[in-house]
């Protein structure tokens, strides 16, 4: 089993920026990637952002693309994700997942592992 904890949200004007961390503990060696998804109150879970543990491979969301960055630190277990100018329409709770193929994936269905997901609320 993994067991990932988010952190780092919270309320922030628009073009403001927050980091949010992502704390994985368990068996953390049988998973190949990390990933951010958001899902805004009656929408659908979205792909955000993903990283593999090398740090080798990224993949962003058109959407948060040149604006979100990822990161990851495989020997603390953390994954980050930097979030910058941000807007309002990223107002969403955030979710970490964890997944074990290894292929990097968009989709949630394909992550074993969710965190509880942490707010974050963007005023105009």
């Known amino acids: 089993q993994v067991q990932l904890v988010e952190s780092g949200g919270g309320f922030v004007q628009a073009g403001g920026s927050l980091r949010l961390s992502c704390a994985a503990s368990g068996r953390t060696s049988g998973t190949y990637s990390m990933g951010w998804f958001r899902q805004a109150p009656g929408k659908e879970r979205e792909f955000v952002a993903v990283i593999t543990w090398s740090g080798r491979n990224t993949y962003y969301a058109d959407s948060v693309k040149g604006r979100f960055t990822i990161s990851a630190d495989s020997a603390k277990k953390m994954v980050y994700l930097q979030m910058n100018s941000l807007k309002p329409e990223d107002t969403a709770v955030y979710y970490c997942?964890?997944?074990?193929?290894?292929?990097?994936?968009?989709?949630?269905?394909?992550?074993?592992?969710w965190g509880q997901g942490t707010q974050v609320t963007v005023s105009s």
């Open positions: 997942a964890a997944d074990r193929s290894i292929t990097v994936q968009t989709t949630p269905r394909a992550y074993d592992y």
